[in-house]
């Protein structure tokens, strides 16, 4: 068992070496692991809470009005250069649904829709000034750093 893990491990970073290569020397990390795992963890998942928190005071009179009125945010995430430290792109992915009864069938017909919006975030922004954004009075609306557009004009464009 121990043989078969460690060629899994093996092969896996073989193959993120030879990604990693392949595209110029860098490689990308998901923001929650950056710095470290136990750092970057804690200070993104409280990002992401603050984020959804915001998204809910305003879904009823913005986005939760039309056909998707029970939108719900799923996953904020981001990818950071490992060496650099700046983010690569970040996604925040959304889920909504409406139902209606076929009055012929009794039937349920349901229309689930997802969607992934990606942040309108400038060049080469360090995670850390993304997060400091994040970290203040009202994340939605702050304008992300080196822009004067919000988390909350991306949505617009998006959902």
């Known amino acids: 068992m121990r043989t ?7 092969l896996v970073t073989a193959w993120g070496a030879a990604a990693v290569e392949a ?3 860098r490689a990308y990390v998901d923001a929650r692991l950056y710095p470290n795992p136990t750092a ?3 200070r993104f998942r409280a990002a992401e809470a603050r984020l959804v928190r915001g ?3 305003v879904c009823g ?8 009125h029970n939108l719900q945010a799923l996953r904020f995430r981001c990818s950071v250069d490992a060496a650099s430290g700046h983010v690569g792109e970040c996604l925040w992915t959304f889920t909504g649904s409406t139902a209606r009864v076929d009055m012929a069938s009794g039937r349920i017909q349901v229309d689930a829709q997802t969607w992934a919006c990606r942040l309108p975030l400038a060049g080469n922004t360090p995670l850390s000034d993304l997060l400091g954004t994040l970290e203040g009075e ?3 609306h702050a304008p992300l750093p080196g822009t004067r557009d919000s988390i909350y004009e991306g949505l617009t464009v998006c959902l």
Do not use: H, K, M, S
């Open 40 to 42: 970057g963890w804690e």
């Open 55 to 57: 998204f809910d005071q």
């Open 138 to 140: 009202d994340p939605l």
């Open 4 to 10: 078969a893990i460690a060629g899994v491990v093996l």
């Open 61 to 68: 009179d913005t986005f939760c009005e039309g056909e998707y």
């Open 23 to 25: 595209n110029g020397g």
